[in-house]
Protein backbone atom coordinates (compact mmCIF):
# COMPACT_ATOMS: atom_id res chain seq x y z
CA UNK A 1 0.00 0.00 0.00
CA UNK A 2 3.16 2.05 -0.61
CA UNK A 3 1.21 4.18 -3.08
CA UNK A 4 -1.45 5.45 0.09
CA UNK A 5 1.79 5.76 2.10
CA UNK A 6 2.69 8.52 0.08
CA UNK A 7 -0.93 10.72 -0.40
CA UNK A 8 -1.13 10.38 3.48
CA UNK A 9 2.02 11.64 3.67
CA UNK A 10 1.18 14.37 1.04
CA UNK A 11 -1.93 15.24 3.20
CA UNK A 12 0.03 15.29 6.53
CA UNK A 13 1.73 18.69 4.73
CA UNK A 14 5.43 17.72 5.04
CA UNK A 15 8.14 17.64 2.55
CA UNK A 16 7.62 14.95 -0.41
CA UNK A 17 10.44 13.00 -1.41
CA UNK A 18 11.20 12.33 -4.80
CA UNK A 19 10.21 8.69 -4.81
CA UNK A 20 7.25 9.75 -3.35
CA UNK A 21 6.88 12.94 -6.19
CA UNK A 22 7.47 10.08 -8.84
CA UNK A 23 4.24 8.36 -7.53
CA UNK A 24 2.27 11.23 -7.73
CA UNK A 25 2.81 12.24 -11.52
CA UNK A 26 0.06 10.61 -12.95
CA UNK A 27 -2.35 12.11 -10.43
CA UNK A 28 -1.16 15.50 -11.02
CA UNK A 29 -1.75 15.12 -14.64
CA UNK A 30 -4.91 13.79 -14.09
CA UNK A 31 -5.89 16.94 -12.03
CA UNK A 32 -6.54 14.60 -8.86
CA UNK A 33 -4.70 15.89 -6.43
CA UNK A 34 -6.05 18.00 -3.68
CA UNK A 35 -5.65 21.55 -3.75
CA UNK A 36 -2.83 21.05 -1.38
CA UNK A 37 -1.38 18.08 -2.31
CA UNK A 38 -0.87 19.88 -6.21
CA UNK A 39 1.05 23.07 -4.46
CA UNK A 40 3.38 20.61 -2.11
CA UNK A 41 4.30 17.92 -5.76
CA UNK A 42 4.75 21.68 -7.61
CA UNK A 43 6.97 23.21 -4.69
CA UNK A 44 9.23 19.75 -4.36
CA UNK A 45 9.47 19.99 -8.60
CA UNK A 46 10.45 23.93 -8.05
CA UNK A 47 13.34 22.86 -6.03
CA UNK A 48 14.07 19.35 -7.71
CA UNK A 49 15.53 19.22 -11.62
CA UNK A 50 15.66 15.80 -11.19
CA UNK A 51 11.79 15.27 -10.35
CA UNK A 52 11.51 18.07 -13.33
CA UNK A 53 13.36 16.03 -15.52
CA UNK A 54 10.97 12.82 -14.67
CA UNK A 55 7.54 14.81 -14.95
CA UNK A 56 8.84 15.90 -18.66
CA UNK A 57 9.83 12.62 -19.33
CA UNK A 58 6.16 11.23 -18.48
CA UNK A 59 4.82 13.61 -20.52
CA UNK A 60 6.83 13.12 -23.41
CA UNK A 61 6.12 9.55 -23.32
CA UNK A 62 2.58 10.09 -23.34
CA UNK A 63 3.18 12.32 -26.03
CA UNK A 64 5.08 9.69 -28.24
CA UNK A 65 2.86 6.85 -27.34
CA UNK A 66 -0.24 9.02 -28.53
CA UNK A 67 1.76 9.24 -31.79
CA UNK A 68 1.61 5.68 -32.76
CA UNK A 69 -0.56 5.78 -36.37
CA UNK A 70 -3.04 3.04 -37.20
CA UNK A 71 -0.64 0.42 -39.99
CA UNK A 72 -2.86 0.79 -42.80
CA UNK A 73 -5.67 -2.50 -43.94
CA UNK A 74 -3.64 -4.54 -46.21
CA UNK A 75 -5.38 -4.96 -49.46
CA UNK A 76 -6.82 -7.90 -48.70
CA UNK A 77 -8.28 -7.30 -45.29
CA UNK A 78 -9.97 -4.33 -47.25
CA UNK A 79 -11.68 -7.08 -49.53
CA UNK A 80 -12.79 -8.96 -46.84
CA UNK A 81 -14.40 -6.33 -44.90
CA UNK A 82 -15.77 -5.23 -48.24
CA UNK A 83 -17.35 -8.77 -48.29
CA UNK A 84 -18.21 -8.63 -44.70
CA UNK A 85 -20.22 -5.95 -45.52
CA UNK A 86 -22.15 -6.58 -48.16
CA UNK A 87 -22.91 -10.33 -46.58
CA UNK A 88 -24.49 -8.12 -43.55
CA UNK A 89 -26.13 -5.83 -46.19
CA UNK A 90 -27.61 -9.10 -47.99
CA UNK A 91 -29.00 -10.52 -45.26
CA UNK A 92 -31.04 -7.20 -44.15
CA UNK A 93 -32.99 -7.24 -47.79
CA UNK B 1 -14.70 13.22 -39.39
CA UNK B 2 -18.28 12.54 -40.06
CA UNK B 3 -20.69 12.69 -36.77
CA UNK B 4 -21.51 9.69 -35.51
CA UNK B 5 -25.02 10.17 -36.10
CA UNK B 6 -23.98 10.93 -39.95
CA UNK B 7 -22.10 7.57 -40.20
CA UNK B 8 -24.78 5.28 -38.60
CA UNK B 9 -26.71 7.05 -41.28
CA UNK B 10 -24.80 6.30 -44.05
CA UNK B 11 -23.45 2.72 -42.33
CA UNK B 12 -27.36 1.35 -42.57
CA UNK B 13 -28.03 3.08 -46.35
CA UNK B 14 -25.05 0.91 -47.96
CA UNK B 15 -22.49 3.48 -48.00
CA UNK B 16 -19.13 0.80 -48.56
CA UNK B 17 -16.47 3.50 -47.56
CA UNK B 18 -17.96 4.39 -45.07
CA UNK B 19 -17.36 0.80 -43.54
CA UNK B 20 -14.21 0.18 -44.83
CA UNK B 21 -13.24 3.92 -43.08
CA UNK B 22 -14.15 3.03 -39.77
CA UNK B 23 -12.84 -0.34 -39.91
CA UNK B 24 -9.38 0.76 -41.02
CA UNK B 25 -9.39 3.50 -37.83
CA UNK B 26 -10.21 1.10 -35.73
CA UNK B 27 -9.52 -2.12 -36.61
CA UNK B 28 -5.65 -2.02 -34.92
CA UNK B 29 -6.63 -0.53 -32.06
CA UNK B 30 -9.30 -3.34 -31.89
CA UNK B 31 -6.89 -6.32 -32.44
CA UNK B 32 -4.19 -5.08 -30.32
CA UNK B 33 -7.25 -4.55 -27.27
CA UNK B 34 -9.04 -8.23 -28.40
CA UNK B 35 -5.09 -9.85 -28.34
CA UNK B 36 -5.19 -8.95 -24.13
CA UNK B 37 -7.99 -11.12 -23.88
CA UNK B 38 -7.62 -14.30 -25.79
CA UNK B 39 -5.16 -16.64 -25.96
CA UNK B 40 -3.39 -16.02 -29.36
CA UNK B 41 -4.02 -13.28 -32.62
CA UNK B 42 -5.82 -16.10 -34.61
CA UNK B 43 -8.56 -15.91 -31.80
CA UNK B 44 -8.39 -12.10 -31.73
CA UNK B 45 -9.12 -11.74 -35.10
CA UNK B 46 -12.03 -13.88 -34.99
CA UNK B 47 -13.24 -11.73 -32.03
CA UNK B 48 -12.76 -8.52 -34.03
CA UNK B 49 -14.78 -9.59 -36.89
CA UNK B 50 -17.40 -10.95 -35.14
CA UNK B 51 -17.70 -7.30 -33.72
CA UNK B 52 -17.71 -6.00 -36.77
CA UNK B 53 -20.91 -8.34 -37.40
CA UNK B 54 -22.31 -7.20 -34.32
CA UNK B 55 -21.84 -3.12 -34.93
CA UNK B 56 -23.86 -3.69 -38.57
CA UNK B 57 -26.19 -5.85 -36.80
CA UNK B 58 -26.84 -3.91 -34.18
CA UNK B 59 -27.00 -0.45 -35.56
CA UNK B 60 -30.67 0.12 -35.11
CA UNK B 61 -29.77 -0.09 -31.58
CA UNK B 62 -27.20 2.50 -31.39
CA UNK B 63 -28.76 5.57 -29.59
CA UNK B 64 -25.52 7.40 -29.13
CA UNK B 65 -25.61 7.48 -25.22
CA UNK B 66 -21.79 7.07 -25.58
CA UNK B 67 -19.43 7.92 -28.84
CA UNK B 68 -19.77 5.04 -31.63
CA UNK B 69 -16.40 4.47 -30.77
CA UNK B 70 -16.89 3.18 -27.45
CA UNK B 71 -19.98 1.20 -28.39
CA UNK B 72 -17.94 -0.10 -31.10
CA UNK B 73 -15.03 -1.12 -28.35
CA UNK B 74 -17.22 -2.23 -25.57
CA UNK B 75 -18.74 -5.04 -27.73
CA UNK B 76 -15.52 -6.21 -28.55
CA UNK B 77 -14.13 -6.49 -24.87
CA UNK B 78 -17.51 -8.11 -24.06
CA UNK B 79 -16.82 -10.33 -26.86
CA UNK B 80 -13.13 -10.39 -26.00
CA UNK B 81 -13.93 -10.89 -22.14
CA UNK B 82 -16.26 -13.92 -23.40
CA UNK B 83 -14.57 -15.58 -25.89
CA UNK B 84 -11.05 -15.18 -23.44
CA UNK B 85 -9.97 -17.44 -21.01
CA UNK B 86 -7.40 -14.96 -18.83
CA UNK B 87 -8.43 -15.07 -15.42
CA UNK B 88 -11.36 -13.14 -14.80
CA UNK B 89 -9.99 -10.23 -13.35
CA UNK B 90 -7.69 -11.50 -10.08
CA UNK B 91 -5.26 -9.44 -10.08
CA UNK B 92 -6.20 -7.05 -7.50
CA UNK B 93 -4.84 -3.59 -8.79
CA UNK B 94 -3.80 -2.22 -4.85
CA UNK B 95 -0.93 -4.54 -5.42
CA UNK B 96 1.93 -2.15 -4.95
CA UNK B 97 4.54 -2.03 -7.84
CA UNK B 98 6.22 1.44 -7.74
CA UNK B 99 7.01 3.81 -11.04
CA UNK B 100 10.79 3.76 -10.39
CA UNK B 101 12.95 0.67 -8.80
CA UNK B 102 13.14 1.60 -4.83
CA UNK B 103 17.16 0.90 -5.93
CA UNK B 104 17.49 4.03 -7.63
CA UNK B 105 16.21 6.25 -4.40
CA UNK B 106 18.91 6.76 -1.07
CA UNK B 107 17.45 6.68 2.49
CA UNK B 108 15.69 9.77 2.63
CA UNK B 109 13.48 8.64 -0.99
CA UNK B 110 15.92 11.52 -3.07
CA UNK B 111 17.49 10.43 -6.28
CA UNK B 112 20.54 8.41 -5.87
CA UNK B 113 20.83 7.16 -9.27
CA UNK B 114 18.41 10.23 -11.18
CA UNK B 115 16.77 10.12 -14.46
CA UNK B 116 18.85 10.14 -17.34
CA UNK B 117 18.23 12.58 -20.16
CA UNK B 118 16.70 10.99 -23.66
CA UNK B 119 13.50 13.40 -24.95
CA UNK B 120 15.63 14.52 -27.26
CA UNK B 121 16.96 11.27 -28.67
CA UNK B 122 13.66 9.81 -28.78
CA UNK B 123 12.36 13.01 -30.57
CA UNK B 124 15.34 12.31 -33.09
CA UNK B 125 14.34 8.81 -33.68
CA UNK B 126 10.33 9.16 -33.78
CA UNK B 127 11.29 11.84 -36.80
CA UNK B 128 13.10 9.08 -38.51
CA UNK B 129 10.09 6.29 -37.98
CA UNK B 130 12.67 4.34 -36.07
CA UNK B 131 11.10 3.88 -32.70
CA UNK B 132 7.18 3.29 -33.58
CA UNK B 133 7.59 -0.13 -34.05
CA UNK B 134 10.12 -0.47 -30.36
CA UNK B 135 6.71 1.35 -28.59
CA UNK B 136 4.64 -1.11 -30.23
CA UNK B 137 6.21 -4.00 -28.94
CA UNK B 138 6.81 -2.31 -25.06
CA UNK B 139 3.22 -1.86 -25.11
CA UNK B 140 2.26 -5.47 -26.12
CA UNK B 141 4.76 -6.27 -23.45
CA UNK B 142 2.77 -4.20 -20.51
CA UNK B 143 0.94 -6.81 -17.90
CA UNK B 144 -2.64 -7.05 -19.46
CA UNK B 145 -4.57 -5.14 -17.91
CA UNK B 146 -2.23 -2.27 -17.87
CA UNK B 147 -1.69 -2.44 -21.55
CA UNK B 148 -5.60 -2.46 -22.23
CA UNK B 149 -5.45 1.20 -20.17
CA UNK B 150 -2.34 2.59 -22.23
CA UNK B 151 -4.01 1.53 -25.44
CA UNK B 152 -7.53 2.91 -24.81
CA UNK B 153 -6.26 6.35 -23.21
CA UNK B 154 -2.67 7.27 -24.94
CA UNK B 155 -2.64 5.12 -28.41
CA UNK B 156 -6.14 6.06 -29.37
CA UNK B 157 -7.07 9.09 -27.06
CA UNK B 158 -10.05 8.13 -25.48
CA UNK B 159 -10.77 10.26 -22.20
CA UNK B 160 -10.65 8.25 -18.58
CA UNK B 161 -14.35 8.64 -18.39
CA UNK B 162 -14.56 6.30 -22.29
CA UNK B 163 -11.70 3.87 -20.68
CA UNK B 164 -13.69 3.04 -17.43
CA UNK B 165 -16.84 2.70 -19.61
CA UNK B 166 -14.93 0.62 -22.11
CA UNK B 167 -13.38 -1.73 -19.60
CA UNK B 168 -15.67 -1.72 -16.88
CA UNK B 169 -13.04 -0.08 -14.22
CA UNK B 170 -13.82 2.66 -11.42
CA UNK B 171 -11.66 5.81 -11.72
CA UNK B 172 -9.61 5.10 -9.68
CA UNK B 173 -8.25 1.95 -10.54
CA UNK B 174 -7.79 2.83 -14.31
CA UNK B 175 -5.46 5.97 -12.77
CA UNK B 176 -3.57 3.00 -11.18
CA UNK B 177 -3.15 0.97 -14.44
CA UNK B 178 -2.35 4.18 -16.44
CA UNK B 179 0.37 5.28 -13.99
CA UNK B 180 2.33 2.05 -13.91
CA UNK B 181 1.61 1.55 -17.70
CA UNK B 182 2.85 5.04 -18.42
CA UNK B 183 5.78 4.41 -15.69
CA UNK B 184 6.85 1.42 -17.22
CA UNK B 185 7.21 2.77 -20.92
CA UNK B 186 8.76 5.54 -19.67
CA UNK B 187 11.78 3.53 -17.68
CA UNK B 188 11.91 1.97 -21.12
CA UNK B 189 12.72 4.74 -23.54
CA UNK B 190 15.31 5.58 -20.55
CA UNK B 191 16.78 2.07 -21.10
CA UNK B 192 16.34 2.53 -24.44
CA UNK B 193 18.71 5.40 -24.89
CA UNK B 194 21.17 4.46 -21.78
CA UNK B 195 21.74 1.26 -23.96
CA UNK B 196 22.19 3.23 -27.28
CA UNK B 197 24.88 5.22 -26.13
Redesign the interface.
Known amino acids: MRIFAFRSVLHHGRDVACQQAVELVTDYLEGTLSRAARRRFEAHLSGCPHCTEYLAQMRETIKLTGQLAPEDLTPQMRAEFTDLYRRWRSEQQ | MDSDAELVHRLRS?D?HA??GL???Y???MLALAASFVPNLAVAEEVV?DT??AV??GLDGFEGRSSLKTWVFRILVNRARTTGTREQRSVPV?D?E???D?AR?DG????AD??E???EA??GR?EAGK??HR??AW?DELPARQREV?LLR??E?MS?EEVCTVLSLTEGNQ??L??RG??R??QL??DEFREAR
Open positions: GEFTVERHQPQWLLRAPPAVPFAGGWPPHWIAEVLAVRIVDVGSRVLHRSLRFE
